[in-house]
C-alpha cells in the first residue's frame, strides 16, 4: 500500500477522528479529574493513574478504530462495514469533538477567571497580620470637667496610664500619638482595634474640681465588643499617681502580662510630691502632644517644664522632657538655635539623669543631644540603644534611630527603624512626615506620596502634607498640579515653610505679583517667635522681587534681610542654616568674597561626610551662590554630585533638586546656555 493509499485509508476509517475525539476527552477527564477529586478529598495520585491510564490507552484507542467501526447494530469489524456507514460515524465524531471541546474550554476559561479573581482579591486584600493578644491601645479620654481648660489634664492623666503600660515588655503598647484622633468613646472599636493592630482598647474619663479628682476607665475586647474590667477612683490630687499605677497593674493583670521587678517599680514610680510641679508638667507635655511642631508650641513646652522643675528640682521626668524639646529645637531650629539653648539641654539631661538613671526618657533626651546638639552621632546611638530597652514600645527610639541612620547615610537600616517604629506608632502624623520625607531624600517620590496620603486620610487638612504634596509636583515640573495644591492654601504666620513653598511656587511659574503682596504684609508684623526664618522670608521676597524685574526693591529686601541675620549670628554661631541664608542673601548683594566665605563655614558645620542627608542642603546652596557670582564651572560641578546621590534639598520643604527643577528654576538661568548644564537638566530624573 503505498502512503498516500494508506493516509487515504486512515481518513476513511476515522482514525484521525478517532484520535481528536480521544484527546479532547483526556483533556476534558483530566480537567474534572483536578477540580473534583480534591474535594472529595482524593489523593493526589489518584490523579496521576487516571492520566497514565488515558496516555496508555490512546494508541490502543488508534488500532480499535482502524480494526472496527461503530455502527447502529453495534460494533463490527471494518471489512464488514459499508463506507456510507463509516462516513456517519465520522460525522458522529466531528459532533462529539465540537461539543467536548466546548465543554473542556468553558472549564478553562472558568479555572481561568476564577484564578485571576484569587489573584487580584489577594492584591487587594492582602492576609491581615495576626493580632498580639497581650496588645492594647489607649483612647483619648474624656474631659468631665466643669472647666473645660483643664482638658490638659485629662490628656495628662491618659499618657501618663498609656507610658506606664509602654514600659512593659511583654505588652504591646499603641502610642498616643496614633490615638489621639480618635473621639473618646467612638462606636466603631473593632475597625479602630483593626487600623492599630490591637486586641483591646482603654477607655476613660476625668473629672477634675479643686483637688479633686474622678477617674473612670473600661477594657473592652475589641473583637467581641466585650467589657473585660472597669473601675472608677476618686482621689485627691496628691494621690493621682497611685491611681494611674493601680490603672496600669490591673490592665497588665487582666491580660496576663508578665511583669519583671523592675517593671513593677516602674508602674508603681512616682516622679514628684508635688502637685503645682506636676500641673505644670502636665500643660508643658500637652504642647509637645501638639501635631504642629511650631516654634510657638516649643515654646510653649519650654515655658512650662521650666516652672515644673522650678517648683520641683528633683522631678526627673520633667527634666529629661525639658532636655528633649531644647535639644530638639536646637537641631531643628524650631527654637533658636542658641549656644544658651544646647547648654540648657545638655543640663537639663545631665540633671535627669543623675536623679534617676533608669529613665528611659532621660536616655532618649541624651540621644537626642547627642545628635542633634553636638554631633556624637556614635554616643547618640548608644544612648538610644540604652532607651531601647527602658521603653520597649517607644516609636519614638525607633525614630530617633531611623533619623540617625538616615544621617549617616544608611538607607536600609533607616528603612527598617521607621517600619518598626509605624507598627507601634501606624497613625503618628510626625513619624509618617518623617517617613514621607526620607523617601523624598531619597527622590522616590511615589513612596513618599504614598506616605503623605496615609496623613491626608487621617487629617484630611492636615497643611504639612499639603506642602509635602506641592513641593513633590514642583520637583516632577508638574507645576499645574502644583498650584492646584498650593495656591488655595494660606499658611499660618508661624510656619515659613509653608509660605517659602507658595513662594517658590510662584517664582518658578515666574508670576511673583501676588506673592510679594502676600510676604510683604507677612513682614510688617514679623512673628518673633520664628526668630531668623523671618531673615529667611525676606530673602524670599527680594528672589521674587527680582523675578518682577524690580531689582532696586529685591537690593534693598536683601539689605535689610542681611542686617538682621548678622545680628543674630553672635548668638547662634553653630547655626548653619542661618549661615546658609546669609550666604545666599550675600551672593545676591553681589559680595563674591564674603558670600563663598558663609558658605565655606556652614559647610564647615555641616559636612557631607557626616551628614549624609542634610549635608546636601549646603551643598546646594554652594551651587546657587557660585552661579550667583559668576562661577559656572564650580556650579555645575557641585550640581552634578548633587543630582547623582540622596540628600536634602536646600531650599523651603528641603525637597533636593531635580532635573525639572533645574529647568525651571530662575536662579539658575545664567547656566542655561551651558552644555553641561543642559545635559544636566535634560538627564533623566525621578517621575
Known amino acids: 500500500m503505498s502512503n498516500r493509499n494508506f493516509f487515504a485509508e486512515l481518513k476513511r476509517r476515522n482514525v484521525y477522528k478517532v484520535a481528536v475525539a480521544y484527546a479532547v476527552v483526556s483533556w476534558l477527564l483530566i480537567q474534572v479529574a483536578t477540580q473534583v477529586f480534591p474535594f472529595f478529598e482524593i489523593p493526589n495520585w489518584a490523579v496521576q493513574m487516571v492520566v497514565v491510564a488515558l496516555v496508555i490507552g490512546f494508541p490502543i484507542a488508534l488500532v480499535l478504530s482502524w480494526a472496527f467501526e461503530l455502527t447502529s447494530e453495534g460494533i463490527k469489524r471494518e471489512n464488514e462495514v459499508d463506507r456510507k456507514v463509516a462516513r456517519k460515524t465520522g460525522r458522529k465524531l466531528t459532533a462529539v469533538v465540537v461539543v467536548v471541546a466546548a465543554a473542556a474550554t468553558g472549564l478553562m476559561l472558568f479555572r481561568l477567571l476564577h484564578s485571576q479573581q484569587a489573584i487580584e482579591q489577594g492584591k487587594q486584600a492582602p492576609p491581615a497580620p495576626e493580632i498580639d493578644r497581650k496588645s492594647i491601645a489607649v483612647l483619648p479620654f474624656e474631659n468631665l470637667s466643669d472647666d473645660r481648660s483643664n482638658a490638659y489634664f485629662t490628656d495628662g492623666i491618659q499618657d501618663e496610664i498609656l507610658t506606664r503600660l509602654a514600659k512593659i515588655a511583654d505588652l504591646k503598647v499603641i502610642s498616643r500619638t496614633s490615638t489621639q484622633h480618635y473621639k473618646s468613646t467612638p462606636e466603631n472599636l473593632r475597625e479602630i482595634a483593626q487600623q ?22 473600661q477594657l473592652i475586647k475589641a473583637a467581641t465588643d466585650s467589657h473585660l474590667w472597669a473601675d472608677s477612683f476618686d482621689r485627691k490630687l496628691t494621690d493621682i499617681f497611685a491611681v494611674e499605677s493601680e490603672i496600669a497593674k490591673a490592665i497588665a493583670d487582666q491580660l496576663r502580662v508578665h511583669l519583671t521587678g523592675r517593671e513593677e517599680q516602674v508602674i508603681a514610680a512616682k516622679p514628684t510630691d508635688n502637685p503645682e510641679a506636676y500641673d505644670a508638667y502636665l500643660r508643658g507635655l500637652a504642647y509637645t502632644l501638639k501635631t504642629q511642631n511650631t516654634p510657638a508650641n516649643y515654646l510653649g513646652a519650654q515655658k512650662y517644664l521650666r516652672e515644673a522643675v522650678r517648683l520641683d528640682p528633683k522631678f526627673a521626668l520633667a527634666w529629661a522632657l525639658l532636655a528633649y524639646v531644647d535639644a530638639r529645637g536646637y537641631h531643628t531650629t524650631n527654637i533658636q538655635p542658641t549656644v544658651a539653648l544646647r547648654d540648657e539641654a545638655r543640663q537639663a539631661m545631665e540633671t535627669a539623669l543623675g536623679l534617676d538613671p533608669s529613665l528611659g526618657e532621660a536616655w532618649i533626651a541624651k540621644g537626642y543631644y547627642q545628635y542633634g546638639c553636638v554631633g556624637d552621632f556614635e554616643g547618640a546611638r548608644r544612648s538610644y540603644e540604652q532607651a531601647r530597652e527602658l521603653l520597649p514600645n517607644s516609636s519614638l527610639v525607633r525614630l530617633s534611630l531611623a533619623l540617625l541612620a538616615r544621617d549617616q547615610g544608611q538607607w536600609e537600616r533607616a528603612e527598617s527603624y521607621f517600619e518598626e517604629a509605624e507598627r507601634l506608632d501606624p497613625r503618628n502624623l510626625n513619624l509618617l512626615t518623617r517617613h514621607a520625607q526620607f523617601y523624598i ?67 518658578l511659574e515666574r508670576r511673583p505679583a501676588e506673592i510679594i503682596l502676600r510676604l510683604k504684609e507677612l513682614l510688617t508684623s514679623p512673628d518673633p517667635n520664628i526668630g531668623y526664618l523671618n531673615g529667611e522670608l525676606r530673602f ?87 552661579t550667583r557670582v559668576g562661577e559656572p564651572n564650580r556650579a555645575i560641578t557641585v550640581l552634578e554630585g548633587i543630582l547623582s546621590r540622596p540628600g536634602n534639598g536646600g531650599l523651603a520643604t528641603g525637597m533636593p533638586l531635580t532635573p525639572a527643577l533645574l529647568r525651571l528654576d530662575p536662579m539658575f538661568d545664567p547656566l542655561r546656555n551651558d552644555p553641561r548644564f543642559q545635559k544636566l537638566a535634560n538627564s533623566s530624573g525621578p517621575k
Open 196 to 217: 492599630l493592630g490591637v486586641a483591646h482598647i482603654l477607655e476613660g474619663s476625668v473629672q477634675k474640681s479643686g483637688d479633686a479628682v474622678r477617674v473612670n476607665v
Open 441 to 507: 531624600t531619597l527622590r522616590d517620590f511615589p513612596e513618599a506620596l504614598r506616605k503623605l496620603d496615609q496623613i491626608l486620610e487621617i487629617v484630611p487638612d492636615d497643611i504639612d502634607a499639603l506642602v509635602e504634596k506641592g513641593a513633590i509636583a514642583q520637583a516632577q515640573g508638574d507645576l499645574p498640579r502644583a498650584a492646584s495644591i498650593l495656591t488655595p492654601l494660606r499658611p499660618a504666620a508661624g510656619d515659613p515653610t509653608g509660605w517659602e513653598q507658595v513662594s517658590y511656587q510662584a517664582i
Open 540 to 626: 524670599w521676597l527680594g528672589w521674587a522681587q527680582e523675578v518682577a524685574g524690580d531689582n532696586e526693591a529685591a537690593r534693598e529686601t536683601w539689605r535689610q534681610a542681611r542686617a538682621e541675620l548678622e545680628a543674630l549670628v553672635k548668638d547662634q554661631p553653630e547655626n548653619w542654616a542661618l549661615l546658609d541664608d546669609l550666604a545666599l542673601i550675600t551672593a545676591s548683594l553681589g559680595n563674591k568674597a564674603a558670600a563663598l566665605a558663609l558658605v565655606q563655614r556652614a559647610m564647615a558645620l555641616n559636612p557631607i561626610e557626616k551628614e549624609a542627608a542634610n549635608g546636601m542642603q549646603t551643598l546646594e546652596i554652594l551651587a546657587r551662590v557660585a
